[in-house]
């Protein structure tokens, strides 16, 4: 059972979900998934349940300790669901299985089906030579033997025909009836009033013992191309949890021979925090770490998407399931089980397919209904046929048009009952929720996996719909735009400013960059290591500093060799009663207009000098601003620096300076993001797509953006950010290239739009394919479905709609 925080940033009086993730078998269509979600949020305790077809994984969230696992699980298959609770590593309670591993169940399943398939295809091949004519007798005889082909019909019901008839019996009795159920009947059906006819040849009808097995043989061929296709929607998921090491070579004693020490082969789940793991050329990493011992270079293409290998040596950082190529290395274990980055990416993209669009609500309505309408529509087709339909038009009835129903023996005539037995059979095994239930999971199904195999975590059908509908995109500036590796420009004391201010406050013999490095000591901000760097450029001490205190947004503060020391912009010395001259202002207005950063310095209560940092652009900030601008899409620059300082980025990237929003603490960021939310856009390209409100996306980095993540309605994460950004944002960039931003909207969109597709045609396919099979063309035209078409139209239906979902995959040669 993994549990999962539901958020890092959940409100103090919310109580804490946990998720239970359930691996489900026996589901067949949307009604089944209907049936499942029905019967988990009907357990006490259970807050919601989401259940994917096409996975065949159920995500419950309850209270922490609410809800027993093994007991959900019990429930489902006490009504014909076999489920068991998926448990860290994979495992079950107590490490024995009572079900077959999910992809080894695939397997089976395909196993079966194929064998399944063969004899039905045999069955169908002698069932139809029988209407060769004079060919079928010559060769065989027995070919046009009537009770020949009532035994095919048996033998197809009871051996190929037959896992459909329990399932849809017992999706009956559980008042759950599903499209097997409608199988079922539609053949049964056909069966027995076949049956009756060689019975009772007195009464005049017809044979048509054909039509359950070419009903069976073409559905069991389109559920098998089926399933070959959703495992091919699987595969990019299944190569992810592949990469997941299974083997770590522990360092028993790294203190007494350090690498050159044996070491023992374990199960990689069992490597603790800090303990040694010795990896050799063409190993995966087990677990993340750091390197502490020798020198490679590994292949992170898994990570990240990108072939280059990354040279790694003592103090860089690792990950598990990436391949080690060149050099043995000893690394210190840093993270573990769960926890490394590779089990959280599989967390992310596993619970991203359970997340579902709003867009399937409508199917999932339709979904819970749907079997009971079929039934519904097929008894009115047999009672308007029977009692109005064959009357009306009696002389069409019996014209030649009804031979497209069946394949009639020559003595018996069209009789009413049996012309409307077999348009409401028709009905019954047309209509397909199947294609409903599959139209948004392999879609979503594809594309998460997609976007994991190039380092793109997008995590969910609803973050799809929400990428669908953006307009506005606003970027932090600091690590986002820019590399977030900033330097050090200017160094300026007040005597240097022209002013006649004493200095004599600065504790000698220690310069301003010493005391500034000293004060940003105690914390992680890129300016703090732009100002360390510096001092350490410089090869100069860094004095001690104790009693820090950092206001995230304006600055810290520590006292330096007994004095108070304070860094920070005009905000934070202006909170501490602290003066600034003109002069001071002018030059920092100049170093803003540049695009610099100014960090002012005040000791004991004084201004006594400012530094200037300066950030570049990332390479490809320009591109990425350009193509999401030429998508229809607003970009905007939200920074806590001066208005100076951020338009010059701004207009190095071409942005209005309407499109700026300087000078807003982190505190104050998520609010900034709602006002943009309630104020609606600026006219744009797609502005007739656009809703009255904004539909506005974040992308940022650090801790102090996750707010403004939370509250965007698309959040976009750089991995080289803090974890609380990761686990905020909707969606995660792993390779740290903001030209990930412009792939991951145009994937979104592109996976929402095989979404919308889908649907459409799962809806479409009903909406026409009933009523041609209750006989609407019939009396214009002639023209109506034998219950045999009916069944490859709806085999068809399905197949089609997985197929359009790997179409996704033509997206794989884009950059």
Same mark, same amino acid.
């Given at each position: 059972m993994q549990l999962v925080p539901k958020t890092k940033l959940a409100p103090e009086f919310d109580p804490i979900l946990e998720k239970i993730i359930l691996d489900v078998g026996g589901m067949k269509c949307a009604g089944c998934v209907n049936a499942v979600e029905r019967q988990l949020t009907q357990h006490p305790g259970v807050k919601s349940a989401c259940v994917n077809l096409a996975t065949e994984v159920a995500v419950v969230e309850s209270e922490t300790g609410a809800v027993d696992a093994d007991a959900l699980a019990q429930r489902l298959t006490a009504v014909g669901f076999p489920t068991q609770p998926r448990k860290p590593n994979g495992t079950v309670a107590g490490g024995i299985s009572t079900l077959p591993d999910p992809a080894e169940r695939q397997r089976r399943e395909m196993r079966s089906s194929v064998r399944q398939l063969a004899i039905a295809a045999i069955l169908l091949?002698?069932?139809?030579?029988?209407?060769?004519?004079? &060919?079928?007798?010559?060769?065989?005889?027995?070919?046009?033997?009537?009770?020949?082909?009532?035994? %095919?019909?048996?033998? #197809?019901? =009871?051996?190929? *025909?037959?896992?459909?008839?329990?399932?849809?019996? =017992?999706?009956?009795?559980?008042?759950?009836?599903?499209?097997?159920?409608?199988? *079922?009947?539609?053949?049964? @059906?056909?069966?027995? +009033?076949?049956?009756?006819?060689?019975?009772?040849?007195?009464?005049?009808?017809e044979c048509f013992f054909d039509e359950p097995v070419m009903m069976l043989g073409f559905i069991l061929l389109g559920r098998t191309l089926e399933q070959q296709a959703r495992g091919r929607a699987a595969a990019a998921f299944r190569k992810l949890l592949a990469l997941q090491p299974q083997v770590a070579r522990l360092i028993a004693n790294p203190e007494k021979g350090g690498m050159g020490s044996s070491s023992v082969e374990i199960p990689a789940e069992q490597v603790r925090v800090g303990e040694w793991v010795q990896v050799l050329p063409g190993d995966k990493i087990p677990v993340d770490g750091e390197v502490v011992v020798g020198k490679t270079t590994v292949d992170e293409s898994m990570l990240t998407g990108e072939a280059v290998p990354v040279i790694k040596q003592p103090g860089d950082a690792v990950t598990g399931g990436t391949l080690n190529q060149s050099g043995a290395i000893a690394i210190q274990t840093t993270r573990t089980g769960s926890d490394t980055t590779l089990a959280r990416i599989v967390a992310l993209v596993e619970a991203a397919q359970t997340r579902k669009a709003p867009v399937q609500k409508l199917a999932d309505t339709v979904a819970g209904y749907?079997?009971?309408?079929?039934?519904?529509?097929?008894? =009115? @087709?047999?009672?308007?046929?029977?009692?109005? *339909? @064959? /009357?009306?038009?009696?002389?069409?009835? $019996?014209?030649?048009?009804?031979?497209?129903?069946?394949?009639?023996? /020559?003595?018996?005539?069209?009789?009413?009952?049996?012309?409307?037995?077999?348009?409401?059979?028709?009905?019954?095994?047309? #209509?397909?929720?199947?294609?409903?239930?599959?139209?948004t999971p392999t879609a979503i199904l594809v594309g998460t996996a997609m976007g994991a195999e190039r380092? %793109?975590?997008?995590?969910?059908?609803?973050?799809?719909?929400?990428?669908?509908?953006?307009?506005?995109?606003?970027?932090?500036?600091?690590?986002? &735009?820019?590399?977030?590796?900033?330097?050090?420009?200017?160094?300026?004391?007040?005597?240097? $400013?022209?002013?006649?201010?004493?200095?004599?406050?600065?504790?000698?013999?220690?310069?301003?960059?010493?005391? +500034?490095? +000293?004060?940003?000591?105690g914390t992680h901000h890129p300016l703090a290591r732009a100002i360390q760097q510096e001092a350490q450029q410089q090869q100069l001490?860094?004095?001690?500093?104790?009693?820090?205190? @950092?206001?995230? *947004?304006?600055?810290?503060?520590?006292?330096?060799?007994?004095?108070?020391?304070?860094?920070?912009?005009?905000?934070?010395?202006?909170?501490?009663?602290?003066?600034?001259?003109?002069?001071?202002?002018?030059?920092?207005?100049?170093?803003?207009?540049?695009?610099?950063?100014?960090?002012?310095?005040?000791v004991g209560g004084t201004l006594t000098g400012l530094i200037a940092v300066s950030d570049t652009l990332r390479p490809d900030a320009q591109s990425t601003v350009d193509k999401l601008r030429q998508m229809g899409l607003r970009v905007m620059l939200l920074s806590g620096d001066r208005k100076e300082a951020a338009s010059a980025i701004a207009k190095q990237l071409g942005l209005d300076s309407a499109d700026v929003i300087a000078g807003v603490p982190p505190a104050k960021k998520a609010a900034a993001i709602k006002s943009l939310q309630q104020a609606g856009t600026k006219a744009t390209p797609n502005s007739s797509l656009l809703t009255p409100n904004s539909v506005v996306a974040m992308v940022g980095d650090g801790i102090n953006d996750a707010p403004a993540l939370s509250q965007a309605d698309v959040g976009i994460a750089l991995h080289s950010g803090t974890d609380v950004a990761m686990e905020t944002a909707e969606i995660v960039l792993m390779r740290d290239r903001l030209n990930d931003v412009v792939e991951s909207i145009q994937l979104s969109r592109a996976t929402f739009n095989k979404i919308r597709q889908n649907l459409f045609w799962a809806f479409a396919y009903n909406t026409v394919g009933i009523p041609l099979a209750a006989g609407v063309l019939f009396p214009s035209l002639g023209f109506v479905l034998n219950p045999s078409g009916a069944a490859a139209l709806m085999a068809f239906s399905s197949v089609s709609v997985v197929t359009n979902s790997i179409l996704l995959r033509r997206l794989a040669h884009h950059p």
């Open positions: 091949l002698l069932s139809g030579s029988g209407h060769f004519g004079n &060919l079928g007798s010559s060769v065989l005889p027995v070919l046009n033997n009537i009770w020949f082909h009532c035994g %095919l019909a048996t033998v #197809a019901l =009871l051996i190929p *025909g037959r896992p459909i008839l329990v399932d849809g019996w =017992l999706g009956w009795r559980r008042n759950a009836p599903n499209m097997n159920t409608l199988v *079922g009947l539609g053949t049964l @059906t056909a069966y027995v +009033a076949s049956l009756v006819a060689l019975l009772f040849p007195k009464m005049g009808w749907f079997t009971y309408g079929v039934l519904t529509a097929s008894v =009115l @087709t047999f009672v308007f046929w029977y009692f109005f *339909g @064959t /009357h009306i038009w009696a002389d069409v009835s $019996m014209s030649g048009g009804m031979e497209m129903m069946g394949h009639a023996t /020559h003595e018996a005539p069209h009789s009413p009952l049996l012309i409307s037995l077999k348009l409401a059979i028709a009905v019954m095994v047309v #209509a397909c929720p199947c294609a409903l239930g599959l139209a380092g %793109l975590l997008i995590k969910g059908g609803d973050v799809l719909e929400k990428v669908h509908q953006l307009n506005t995109v606003v970027f932090d500036k600091t690590g986002t &735009l820019t590399t977030g590796n900033p330097i050090v420009t200017d160094c300026l004391l007040i005597e240097q $400013m022209g002013s006649n201010e004493p200095h004599s406050l600065l504790p000698t013999p220690y310069s301003l960059i010493q005391l +500034a490095a +000293a004060v940003e000591s001490s860094i004095p001690d500093a104790v009693d820090f205190h @950092t206001e995230p *947004g304006l600055g810290v503060s520590a006292v330096v060799e007994g004095k108070i020391v304070l860094l920070g912009n005009w905000d934070w010395l202006s909170w501490h009663g602290i003066a600034i001259n003109e002069t001071a202002q002018q030059v920092a207005q100049d170093l803003a207009t540049d695009g610099k950063t100014v960090v002012c310095v005040a």
